[in-house]
């Protein structure tokens, strides 16, 4: 397969790259930095907003790893997703967000989300709100293939690879240790399987540790 990944530096996406490539896939990296930390051969220096057709045009997926912590810069989770919409709108490509946990809900209803619970840390609500607000977006796109993964409430940049994963939808899933909680390594995996597998089209899942 071939796949472009966009901010490409971050380190969910080198994890998806190093993935992605050790199964065999053709991979194009885009990141707005000139050095390509990266193990991707096939690195491009452009920011997000600078993408064209042109640039994302044969590929079989995008992996959107677009993230923000700085309060004043959350609006570009909304932003750069929905651009990247507007490049891939009406053609087969994929495009596969990395998501958030703050809105996955808690209750059968869906109308609580994680991050309403009174102990969801309040540094953490902005990019919580954010990426919210992404997916209500990408749910009124029906023009475009994509799938936003969120992953556990606990994740863990450098946690073990296990290579196990438990699949859940809308709702927080703990494992049978009673955690949320997942490594950036494990998050990968998910993310590769279904790009490979292509079974949540305009849908949201979400991962959690075994």
């Given at each position: ?9 971050g ?6 790259i ?10 194009k ?14 690195y ?9 057709k ?14 923000a ?17 507007d ?10 967000i ?9 209750n059968?209803e869906?109308?609580i ?19 919210g ?5 990408l ?22 690879r296990?290579?196990?994963y ?8 703990l494992n ?34 075994e």
């Amino acid at each position: 397969m071939k796949i472009a990944v966009v901010a490409a530096n971050g380190r969910v996406s080198q994890k998806v790259i190093e993935e992605a490539i050790g199964r065999g896939f053709e991979v194009k990296a885009f990141g707005r930095g000139s050095e390509n930390k990266t193990i991707a051969k096939d690195y491009v220096q452009k920011d997000i907003m600078d993408l064209t057709k042109e640039d994302l045009a044969g590929f079989d997926a995008v992996v959107d790893g677009f993230g923000a912590w700085k309060d004043e810069e959350q609006p570009m989770h909304v932003t750069t997703s929905q651009h990247l919409c507007d490049i891939l709108s009406g053609t087969d490509t994929r495009l596969v967000i990395v998501g958030g946990a703050g809105s996955l809900y808690v209750n059968p209803e869906h109308t609580i989300q994680v991050k309403d619970g009174a102990d969801f840390p309040a540094i953490f609500m902005p990019l919580a709100n954010a990426m919210g607000e992404e997916l209500d977006e990408l749910r009124k796109r029906s023009d475009v293939n994509w799938t936003f993964i969120s992953p556990a409430g606990d994740f863990q940049a450098d946690g073990e690879r296990t290579g196990k994963y438990i699949l859940g939808g809308e709702e927080l899933v703990l494992n049978s240790k009673g955690e949320s909680v997942i490594s950036y390594a494990d998050y990968a995996i998910a993310m590769v399987d279904e790009i490979e597998k292509g079974n949540h089209i305009k849908e949201r899942i979400s991962v959690v540790s075994e």
